[in-house]
Structures are given as C-alpha cells and as structure tokens.
C-alpha cells in the first residue's frame, strides 16, 4: 500500500510541476492582452485572418494583394484561410475569439452569429472606412435593395453583402416544355407526361418546400431569444388556409410526372435524364446545361393553383456576407478589408472568377451579367424572393413535414389530419430553445 | 454471486482501510513528528535539510514555491468566480485613432469553469504531496532516530530504476489518465449543472449554474421540446434493441463462421480466413458509405430488385409501399433491419478472429473424450464449445454491448442524409426512428449548440453503460466458474 502512496506522490508531483508551466503560461497570455489596450503604434504590421470558400482563394488572394496596394502606407500581415460560407456559423461558434477577423458566411446564419455576438455591428465602426474615402451611408447605398436588409438585424447592419441569389428556379428542356407551359404547375406537369418525362423538386428541406408557403403570403420569422415564429396553421394575410396550400401540393406531388427528388439529390437525378423540368438553384446550371444541350432554359418558379387563384411561389432567397468578427484586435482595419470584399471592382471580379451573382448596384449594370439564363431567372425572383428568416428548431420539421407531402403521408381529402400536421408543425418550429 | 458480493465488499472495505492508514500514518507523523516535522507543514523542505537531504529540500520547496505562484498567479483568477461563473459581461467601444475595439475586462464563463476545475485538481495533488511529504519526513525522523541508514540523492534515484520501478513507468500513463481523462469527464459532469447553450455562448454572453434544472428538464417538466419524453423512450429502446442485437449477431456469426473455417473438411481456410479479414482492412467508413449507396433508393440493389421484379413482389404481398422502389433505408422497419444485416457484416470478421483463437486453445482432452463418449457435433457445441467460449470472451461481449449502445459509425454513416423521418413528433424534438442516444445527442449539440442538455444526457448514457456493465460481469464472471475450465 505505502509504495501506491509513492507512485501517487511522484505522479501529483509532476502534475503540480505542469500545472505551473501551464500557469506562467496563461498568466502570459493576460498580460498580452492588458498590453494591447495601450498600444498605440500605427506603424506596427496589421495581422489580420481571412475565411473564404475553397474555390474563392484565388480570388481573394488578388483582393487582398488589391487591398495591401490601396493602404500601401501600412504594414499588413493577412492570412488566407478556408472556410466554406455554409459551415462558416459551426466553425465561428466553436470559439468566437479564435475565429478569423474576416470571413464570408450565407445569410441564414445571421440571425445565430448575432444572438452569439460574434459579429461586430458595423454602424459602431462605420468611422474606420473614413479611411477608404467613403461613409457608411455611401456603402450602403451603393447595395441593390434587399442586400443591406439581408444583413440587419433590428435595423442594425452587421455584415457587407458580396452575392445574392442563394435562391432556386425552374430548369426545363424548352424542347419539350414551352415557356408558356413552364410558368405553370399544372400546365408544367401536363407537358411533362405528354414526353412521358418527370420533374422533379426537392420537397424534404424546408428551404424548398417553404416557398409554396411564402407564396401564399404565410411568414416564418425569429423572436429576440432565437425561437421562430410561423404562422402556417392558420389563414394568410393574402387570405389562403394552410390547408388548402398543402392540398395544392398534394395535388401536384400525387401527379405521376412529379418525383419528389431527396435533398441533396438534384445533381444526380437530373443527369439520370428522366427529368425535363427540375427546381434547383445555379450551382446545378452546368449539369442541367450538359443533360439538355440546346434545349436548356431557366425560368423562375411557376405559379400554382390554390382554391381558383394562380399563386406565384416565393422562393428562400439568400445572400452571402462577410462579417467581421467581434473580437477582431484590428476590428478597423478589418472593417476596411470586409468592406473591400464587398466592393464594386471585387464583386465584379468574383462573378467573372465564380458567378457570384453581385449585390452592387454598379456591378449588376455589366452585360456580361443578363447573357447568363440561369442568373436572369434568379435576379428576376430577386424582387418576390424571401430572405427566410428562421431558428435552429425549424429544419427537422419541416423537413418532416415535406417527407409526409412526398411520400403521400397525407391524403388531399382528409382535412383534419392535414390540419394535425400543420399544428405538429407549427407547435414543433415554434417550440422554446429550452 | 456472494462470492462476488463479498469480493467488492472487499474491495470496498480495502480502500476505505488503506485511506484511513494514510490518515491515521499522516496523523501520526504531526503528532510524534519533531519541529522539523511539523515545520514541514509550512516548509516542505525542512525535514529534509534536518536530515541533510539538501536536494530533496530543494526540490520540495521549488515545488511548494510552483504551487504558491500557481495559486496567486493564476488560479486566483478564476477560482473567486468559481461560484458565479462571472459576471461582467463583455463590451466594447470602437477607438477610431487606434483603429482598434476596447475591450472591458470581461469574465469568460468556460475559461472561468476550465481554470477553477484545473485549479482544484492541482490543489488536491498538493494536498496529497504535503500530507505524504510529512510522513516521509517523519519516518526520516524515525530512522534518523533509531541510527539506520538515509539514502543520499542519487540511492534515492537509483532505486527508482530498482525495486521502485513501477512508479518510474506508472507515472506518465497516470499524468495522462488525469490530464486528458479525469479533467474533461469532471467537465462534462460540471457542464450538465448549467445552462451553456445557444442563449449563453461565452464570450460574448455567461452561463451559470442551474443546479438540477436540466435533469428536472430531461425528465419531467416537459423536456427539451413538447415530445421530448416521447422521443427518449423511443430512442432508448431502439438503442437497447440495436445493441443486443448488433452483439449477438455478429458474436454468434463469428463463432460459426470460424467454426466453419477450423472444420478439417473446409479447403484452403487460410484464403477464405484472409478474404474476411480484408473486410476489415478498409477503413469502416468507407464500406458503409458504398453500401448506402448501393441500397439507397435510387441504389443499385433497388435497380436490381425492380428489374427482377421482386420490388413488384414484395409491392403485392403489401411490404412496400409503391411499386417503384424499397426503401432500404430511408423506411423504418426496412432501416431497422437493415442497420442490424449491414452490421454483420461489418462486425464479423472481427468476431471470427477472436473466436478463432479461443477455439484453437480449447483443450483437446475434453473433445476427444466427448467424441469417445459418442457425443455429436451439436452436442459438443452446444456442451462444450459454447459454454467455453462465453467464459473466455464473456468480458469482451460486455464491453461489445457497451460499445454498441454508443455505436455512433454505423448508425450516422448509414442513415445521415438519407432517412428522414415522417413521424412528426420524433421530428420537433430533432430526434429519428434510426437514432442511437449517442447519434441524437450529437444531433442536439452539434446543429443547436445545447451543451448543457448533451451532458446531462451522457451522464444519463453513462450511467445506463455503467449499470449494465456491473450486472452482466457480476453475473458473467461469478467466482465459482473458473474452477470449471481449470
């Protein structure tokens, strides 16, 4: 027993002799910290992190060079790292203060980063782009409308738009659909099963199937503490019953030229050549463009039919941002480079490099812009397009939710059941963050 | 079983004697001990430069001096907020001359929490260096006393590569065992006491203690989500379910097919041997991430069952519902089934190289003398084979039950992205028909950053494992049968 006893001295010897290096060295780390709120040295060299998607490093590398050259008077130090905007949220809210100064994430995950603090308000630091010979003001009106919207909250602006139209439209092979008949549900599906062909959407995503919904006027909203408001159990302020939009989907997902397409799916089905007319957003061009040859086109949605009325659909429609961290140590100069990411030449050049689809009313007048069908189709959904503003709690049922319109869970005629499902819905999405 | 009952009472019996000796000796030590000894409280190396052991005091005090600086320097930082987790929050004001944000001097809930535990873990190794370190220098008093021996620096150090060995090997694994084990469970246990989520994200936000709040939550007061109790009893029992059965199946499968490979009538077992092991030998991820393809909906295997036709077979004898597909995975039922055949697959190879192995150290007298008796194959199995097999690998199928119960690859890898559930109520609480605890866990932790709930429910999981590895080894392994196989 006594050499246990000796064999737990040694070991809490040692751990004790670790704990004090640990000690020395976080007791260094405060005292780095204390210093950097007297320092005061301009000419010292600006560190700054940079987050981008893979296929944006190029791109970003010549902004940045761009950047460094415009503030040739300062010393810069700007890392390039990877991050793609759709996960940028995940990675940030890991640790806050480790996350890069500047980096681009899609609209959805405002409302988070926000509620997180992670995002430095920009109005607080709009004097930092006193530097670039612009105020906040001119910034902000330099954007197309809804872009500055995208990225407020409670009227506060917390990022810079870079792209629009993280949205979807309608892809069809003209040469079996008119565009007549594509504007259409109803018209749609009957050319479809003329050419004994299928079209296809993605109906288990909330971010697909709420489009129906935001058509028919009904809302989706967040409160202040995260949880989501929605409205989809009861009566639009257009006047439509959450019912009755369910029976008009049920009407078209029961046709036998409509296949619901799983989430993540819609690459591969439309090469299988069974479709000839699929919702999807511009990332699925390419593919849509090969399957169809010259037959290619994009529309947006087509309307469909409630009660009597021809409803238009409302996609989800989102932008990309580039937010500037909270915690940044050079939140001006940091500030200065969001803001230059988002500018007229960058966003220029970022649609010749990847197509994003610019927010800079400049940069939108370029012809190069309305030559591409499937970014026509999606700028012209810009005007009714819904920045889908919604919590955590929302994606799993209404997930569900489209599953059980899919797989005919809920039959048009039963009424009360479908009203159930609208409830559990709704009782589900609205649910308290706990 | 009261073998083993009196076995732990034992045990439980040793520990509390060999704790209240080390109180008693320490006791002792401050009574008897000589001012030098009881100067040693204060000092730790005043014992030592009394017996002329100078290195020793040295180190001893360097080592007391650590933990004072530790103390004063950093864990008095963070331990006084121990009992708030914080409370000033932090803020910032924009400074445009320096370009830079000013930061107040904010508390930071998690580094707060951390620290403190940190703190207290060094502390209690303290304590337990200063009461041993007055025993020692008390029994130098003793010898010192009664004229024996004190063994300079280096004899001291040379017996450590002596007769003191094992603590010169035991320390690191031991350093380890703390450090990357018993600091983050005691962490995972502390955070289940507050209310670390998306509400209170350090820094920019505090969380605090709650006390019992969120096990009051898990299972009573209406839980994470309206059908929060609905959704954990379904995913418990499907995740007793898989585990028995995912054990079982791929136990007895190994034993057979190694049966089967041992059998003298088998050709070539080495090749065939070799073929399963392969299995193993791409990484699980990959295998499972094909096989869901192949039976995904739009899959190979549904391809091939519609050309055959028995998509349409099954369609009329009312198993599928539409003609056009079988949802392998994305129906439950066929998901379930699916999950536990995959599975076989996967886990048997490695059940055979384990069966392999016991079989072949089966002692061969007990065979023979069977086959004289005129006892037939199944019967040697059923009386022989198997009950030495259980007794062997018994411990290993505890620990494989265990492991399944937290089964995370299979589960997440074959479902993930492919089944969505259509029962609303599994779906508002972010839950599915196909969800092990430990896959919806990660599910309510990774998309909706709810810390707080995700330890209280691994403590629950843990506690579920712990229990039940408890009960199957006392009843696994009694006493009494190891005399059997002797």
Redesign the interface.
């Known amino acids: 027993m006594k050499k246990k006893f000796l064999s737990m001295l040694l070991c809490a010897t040692m751990v004790a002799t670790m704990a004090t290096g640990c000690g020395s060295d976080a007791g260094d780390n405060d005292g780095g910290a204390s210093d950097k709120k007297t320092d005061n040295a301009s000419s010292e060299t600006v560190k700054l992190t940079l987050w981008g998607a893979e296929d944006d490093q190029n791109f970003l590398k010549d902004v940045v060079s761009k950047f460094e050259a415009k503030y040739s008077d300062q010393k810069f130090d700007i890392q390039i790292g990877v991050e793609s905007e759709s996960s940028a949220k995940d990675t940030v809210l890991k640790d806050i203060e480790a996350a890069a100064d500047v980096y681009s994430f899609a609209s959805d995950q405002l409302a988070d980063l926000v509620r997180a603090g992670a995002l430095t308000n920009i109005d607080e630091v709009g004097e930092a782009l006193s530097k670039s010979g612009k105020t906040l003001d001119d910034v902000k009106a330099e954007h197309a409308e809804g872009a500055i919207d995208a990225a407020s909250v409670d009227g506060k602006m917390y990022a810079f738009p870079t792209s629009q139209g993280n949205s979807y439209i309608l892809f069809y092979d003209s040469s079996v659909i008119s565009e007549e008949d594509a504007g259409n549900w109803d018209t749609l599906l009957a050319a479809a099963d003329k050419s004994g062909k299928k079209v296809g959407m993605t109906l288990n995503s909330g971010w697909y199937n709420a489009s129906f919904f935001y058509g028919a006027g009904f809302t989706t909203g967040l409160n202040a503490d995260g949880t989501t408001t929605m409205d989809w159990n009861g009566t639009s302020p257009s006047g439509y019953k959450g019912t009755d939009v369910v029976k008009s989907m049920l009407q078209i997902t029961s046709d036998s030229a409509f296949k619901a397409i799983p989430d993540g799916k819609i690459s591969d089905n439309i090469k299988s050549g069974d479709y000839c007319a699929v919702i999807s957003g511009t990332w699925d061009a390419g593919v849509a463009q090969e399957t169809w040859g010259d037959g290619y086109a994009a529309i947006k949605l087509p309307t469909f039919t409630v009660g009597d009325d021809k409803v238009q659909m409302h996609p989800a429609y989102g932008y990309k941002l580039e937010a500037v961290n909270a915690y940044s140590k050079n939140a001006g100069w940091a500030t200065l480079l969001a803001e230059f990411i988002s500018n007229e030449e960058s966003q220029a050049a970022h649609f010749k490099s990847g197509v994003q689809i610019p927010t800079n009313k400049k940069a939108l007048e370029d012809p190069s812009i309305n030559e591409n069908a499937a970014v026509t189709a999606i700028l012209s959904e810009a005007e009714f397009g819904v920045v889908q503003e919604v919590g955590g709690k929302y994606w799993d049922p209404a997930k569900t939710f489209g599953e059980m319109i899919a797989k005919g869970t809920l039959k048009a005629k039963d009424d009360k059941k479908i009203q159930e499902a609208l409830d559990n819905l709704v009782s589900g999405v609205t649910a308290p963050l706990s | 079983m009261e073998n083993q009952t009196k076995g732990a009472a034992a045990m439980v019996g040793g520990f509390f004697r060999?704790l209240g000796?080390?109180f008693s000796g320490f006791g002792t030590a401050v009574a008897k001990g000589d001012i030098f000894v009881k100067l040693s409280l204060l000092w730790w190396g005043a014992g030592y430069v009394r017996r002329k052991q100078y290195v020793k005091a040295v180190i001893m005090t360097a080592?007391e001096a650590?933990?004072i600086?530790?103390t004063i320097?950093?864990?008095m930082?963070y331990v006084p907020k121990f009992g708030s987790l914080g409370t000033v929050r932090?803020e910032?004001v924009?400074n445009?001359?320096?370009?830079?944000?000013?930061?107040n001097d904010y508390d930071h809930s998690f580094m707060i929490l951390l620290?403190s535990l940190?703190s207290f873990?060094?502390w209690f190794?303290?304590i337990?260096?200063l009461m041993?370190?007055t025993m020692?220098v008390y029994k130098l008093q003793l010898m010192d006393e009664s004229g024996e021996h004190i063994n300079t620096f280096k004899e001291d150090l040379v017996t450590y590569i002596g007769e003191?060995f094992?603590?010169t090997l035991?320390?690191l694994p031991?350093?380890g065992v703390?450090?990357f084990t018993l600091v983050p469970i005691l962490l995972l246990i502390f955070v289940a006491f507050t209310n670390y989520?998306?509400?209170h994200?350090p820094?920019?936000?505090l969380f605090t203690w709650v006390g019992f709040t969120n096990f009051i939550?898990l299972f009573g007061g209406g839980?994470?989500?309206?059908?929060f109790g609905y959704s954990f009893v379904r995913v418990l029992g499907w995740t007793l379910v898989w585990a028995l059965f995912a054990t079982f199946t791929t136990y007895i499968g190994g034993i057979l097919l190694s049966i089967m490979l041992n059998s003298p009538k088998t050709r070539l077992p080495k090749c065939w041997r070799t073929l399963f092991v392969v299995t193993i030998a791409v990484p699980q991820f990959v295998s499972l991430l094909l096989v869901r393809n192949f039976f995904a909906?739009?899959g190979i295997v549904n391809t091939i069952c519609k050309e055959i036709g028995l998509t349409g077979f099954l369609h009329d004898i009312g198993l599928v519902s539409t003609n056009n597909l079988i949802p392998f995975l994305?129906a439950p039922g066929w998901a379930h089934v699916m999950i536990i055949l995959i599975n076989i697959w996967i886990g048997v190879p490695y059940q055979m190289l384990i069966a392999t192995g016991v079989l072949m150290n089966i002692p061969s007298d007990q065979l023979e003398s069977a086959k004289v008796d005129g006892a037939k194959p199944f019967q040697i199995f059923v009386k022989i084979t198997m009950p030495y097999m259980l007794f062997v690998t018994g411990p290993a199928l505890v620990t494989d039950f265990v492991k399944n119960i937290n089964n995370f690859n299979v589960i997440y890898l074959l479902t993930q992205?492919?089944y969505?559930?259509?029962?609303?109520?599994?779906?508002?609480s972010?839950a599915t028909e196909v969800d092990l605890l430990v896959t919806w866990l990660f599910r309510l932790t990774?998309?909706?950053?709810?810390y707080k709930?995700a330890s209280a429910i691994g403590i629950i999981v843990f506690i579920i494992c712990a229990v039940f590895t408890l009960i199957a080894f006392n009843f696994m392994i009694k006493g009494d049968k190891e005399g059997t196989y002797q």
């Open positions: 060999a000796s080390f080592l650590a933990v600086l530790f320097f950093f864990a930082d932090a910032k924009f445009p001359q320096t370009m830079k944000s000013e930061f620290f940190f873990v060094v190794a303290a337990i260096v041993k370190n020692n003191k094992h603590i035991l320390t031991v350093l703390v450090v989520d998306q509400q994200m820094p920019s936000e939550t839980g994470l989500t309206a059908t909906d739009s994305s992205d492919v969505t559930t259509t029962n609303q109520a599994l779906a508002n972010q990774q998309d909706y950053y709810n709930m």
